[in-house]
């Protein structure tokens, strides 16, 4: 089971939205799209859902059920007036899956979601709104799961918590596409990273090996590192019990292993991505 398109591209009137877009993500796995707003994620993502049709190329999503994909663009649509469970029922007659009690309250508890609950959905937070916009998606069990900014507007509790459902269902064999603005988030959770901009792909490969490539300073927490003197021959800025210093992903080791020589407890090393190398490759 896997989803990908190769040489995609769309165009609306004289702006380019994308221009030959390949990409590809296997079953169990989490891969990223990032991209500023504007980059042409939404409209990539709208194009392997099957609600656009690109100008050129072509999309293949290996999957023998009913369903190939399952998705969110931009924001879960939802009827805020009904249940969780009403939703549910609604979407699922829409597209003819199984809509008995028993297997809607599978989907909730599937996706972390209180099946007492008989409040209407306007009242639920925007992460649990993810979360029932992602048992929609998931009805008829596709084998690709899309999921366009899902991380918007959560706070740091809702963010965390959606990870760990994505991750989850990521075990399950599904393969999984998300896009984000954020390269933070990302980086935490995708296997594989497909920078986009100005609706091309312009970066990518594995997460590890391009956030490495595109750091060029770390930040480092712990008592009293500002007074290392390891740290004293790098260019850094203090901010309480952290400094962000300019070294490389080859440096890095080396420092923190001088860090511990020094006896100074390192509670965390943070990489600082450069997006602006990340966005804007030198061999582009």
Same mark, same amino acid.
């Given at each position: 089971?896997?989803?990908?398109?190769?040489?995609?591209? +769309?165009?609306?009137? $004289?702006?380019?939205?994308?221009?030959? =877009?390949?990409?590809?993500?296997?079953?169990?796995? &989490?891969?990223?799209?990032?991209?500023?707003?504007?980059?042409?994620?939404?409209?990539?993502?709208?194009?392997? !859902?099957?609600?656009?049709?690109?100008?050129?190329?072509?999309?293949?999503?290996?999957?023998?059920?009913?369903?190939?994909?399952?998705?969110? &663009?931009?924001?879960?649509?939802?009827?805020?007036?009904?249940?969780?469970?009403?939703?549910? +029922? =609604?979407?699922?007659?829409?597209?003819?899956?199984?809509?008995?009690?028993?297997?809607?309250?599978?989907?909730?508890?599937? =996706?972390?979601?209180?099946?007492?609950?008989?409040?209407?959905?306007?009242?639920? *937070?925007?992460?649990?709104?993810?979360?029932?916009?992602?048992?929609?998606?998931?009805?008829?069990? #596709?084998?690709?799961?899309?999921?366009?900014? #899902?991380?918007?507007?959560?706070? #740091?509790?809702?963010?965390?918590? /959606?990870?760990?459902?994505?991750?989850?269902?990521?075990?399950?064999? /599904?393969?999984? /596409?998300?896009?984000?603005?954020?390269?933070? =988030?990302? *980086? +935490?959770?995708?296997?594989?990273?497909?920078?986009?901009?100005?609706?091309?792909?312009?970066? $990518?490969?594995?997460?590890?090996?391009?956030?490495?490539?595109?750091?060029?300073?770390?930040?480092?927490?712990? $008592?009293? !590192?500002?007074?290392?003197?390891?740290?004293?021959?790098?260019?850094?800025?203090?901010?309480?019990?952290?400094?962000?210093? *300019?070294? *490389? $992903?080859?440096?890095? #080791?080396?420092? /923190?292993?001088?860090?511990?020589?020094?006896? &100074?407890?390192?509670?965390?090393?943070?990489?600082?991505?450069?997006?602006?190398?990340?966005?804007?490759?030198?061999?582009?």
């Amino acid at each position: 089971m896997s989803i990908s398109c190769t040489q995609v591209s +769309k165009q609306y009137g $004289s702006v380019i939205a994308l221009q030959n =877009v390949s990409i590809s993500c296997k079953a169990g796995e &989490i891969c990223g799209i990032v991209g500023a707003n504007g980059a042409g994620k939404t409209t990539l993502f709208k194009i392997l !859902i099957g609600l656009v049709t690109p100008d050129n190329g072509s999309v293949t999503i290996e999957n023998t059920g009913k369903k190939k994909a399952g998705g969110i &663009i931009e924001k879960p649509a939802l009827y805020e007036y009904l249940t969780a469970y009403e939703n549910l +029922k =609604v979407f699922a007659k829409m597209q003819g899956a199984n809509s008995d009690k028993s297997t809607l309250h599978q989907f909730l508890k599937r =996706v972390g979601l209180p099946i007492e609950r008989k409040d209407p959905v306007r009242n639920y *937070s925007m992460g649990m709104k993810q979360r029932l916009g992602i048992a929609i998606a998931l009805l008829n069990n #596709p084998s690709c799961l899309i999921l366009d900014e #899902p991380f918007s507007g959560l706070d #740091p509790m809702g963010i965390e918590s /959606l990870r760990n459902l994505i991750l989850k269902l990521s075990k399950e064999n /599904l393969a999984i /596409l998300i896009s984000s603005h954020i390269v933070d =988030v990302l *980086s +935490k959770l995708c296997l594989k990273l497909y920078v986009i901009n100005n609706g091309s792909i312009v970066n $990518s490969g594995d997460t590890a090996a391009l956030i490495s490539e595109n750091t060029n300073a770390y930040t480092i927490c712990g $008592s009293g !590192i500002a007074d290392s003197k390891t740290l004293q021959k790098y260019e850094m800025i203090e901010r309480g019990n952290c400094v962000t210093v *300019s070294v *490389s $992903s080859k440096e890095i #080791p080396k420092v /923190l292993q001088q860090l511990a020589e020094e006896q &100074i407890s390192i509670t965390s090393c943070t990489p600082e991505v450069d997006l602006q190398k990340l966005f804007h490759p030198i061999s582009q």
